[in-house]
């Protein structure tokens, strides 16, 4: 059994649960970042992440029209394939609420066929939203909520890959994914280090063996989940589901936000 080090925020719970805990989570850093700036500046994964949103739906103090949503990684498809992580978002989230579609800042391959391109036409987005307002090197999102791939990637950043080193650009393009499709737009190292809040979400047993290697993060095995690391006082917290963490030896404190 493997016994992760403290202070580790990760919190399980059984799977029907996971989504209102995580609805609970993502409206505090909301209010907070509202009650500060006006504004809730998010990036969203895709994958299985999506479906995990689902209790923000109806849930009436989600202030939509404050939401800037920016994308952590996606997926170099027509925005309507299934593979597309927008498409993902907007299915099990944005069609079904208030959203003003121009607070979703999504990756349209079809505007741009050349992949450089669109990753630079991503990270000018970004300076638009965040170096205007913000004046930092890198921007500072309230949060950004990963999943975990069970091979240990986040985002589009795989392991061995060299965007792992990557330490200047916001945004970065890949053409050689080892997971289907292999032409990809990823946010980078800096850009999720520097955010303000982090959530890895993980559930099901398909993430059981990968989770205690990147809790345990031995320098050697540079799996990218176990690089993400927000500075100080950024901070990183874990949600998964018991089937996720079953091989995880914790002390189940209460959930308590
Ligand atoms: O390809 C991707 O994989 C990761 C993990 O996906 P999951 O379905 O195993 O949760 C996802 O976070 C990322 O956004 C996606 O492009």
């Not at 993902?88 to 609420?97: N, R």
């Not at 300076?127 to 990637?153: M, N, Y």
């Not at 095995?221 to 030896?249: C, E, I, M, T």
């Amino acid at each position: 059994m493997h016994h992760p080090p403290n202070p580790l925020l990760l919190y399980s719970f059984p799977s029907d649960d996971l989504p209102r805990a995580l609805a609970d989570f993502v409206l505090k850093a909301q209010k907070e970042s509202i009650e500060k700036k006006g504004r809730f500046t998010i990036a969203l994964s895709g994958g299985s992440l999506p479906k995990q949103l689902k209790e923000l739906i109806n849930d009436p103090t989600v202030k939509w029209d404050k939401w800037q949503v920016f994308y952590a990684d996606e997926r170099v498809v027509p925005l309507d394939h299934p593979d597309s992580n927008h498409n993902l978002c907007k299915s099990k989230l944005f069609q079904h609420v208030p959203i003003p579609p121009a607070n979703i800042h999504h990756i349209d391959p079809v505007l741009l066929d050349d992949i450089e391109e669109l990753a630079d036409a991503y990270e000018k987005e970004l300076i638009r939203e965040f170096a205007q307002k913000d004046s930092a090197r890198f921007p500072v999102f309230d949060l950004i909520l990963l999943g975990l791939g069970e091979d240990g990637h986040t985002c589009s950043l795989f392991p061995g890959h060299e965007l792992i080193t990557e330490s200047d650009r916001w945004v970065a393009y890949l053409e050689d994914s080892p997971k289907p499709p292999p032409k990809r737009i990823t946010l980078t190292f800096p850009v999720l280090n520097h955010a303000s809040r982090i959530a890895f979400v993980a559930a099901g047993a398909g993430k059981a063996d990968v989770l205690p290697l990147v809790l345990d993060n031995p320098e050697e095995r540079k799996l990218p989940a176990s690089l993400v690391k927000p500075a100080h006082p950024g901070q990183l917290y874990w949600f998964v589901d018991d089937a996720a963490s079953v091989n995880v030896a914790f002390s189940k404190t209460p959930f308590k936000l």
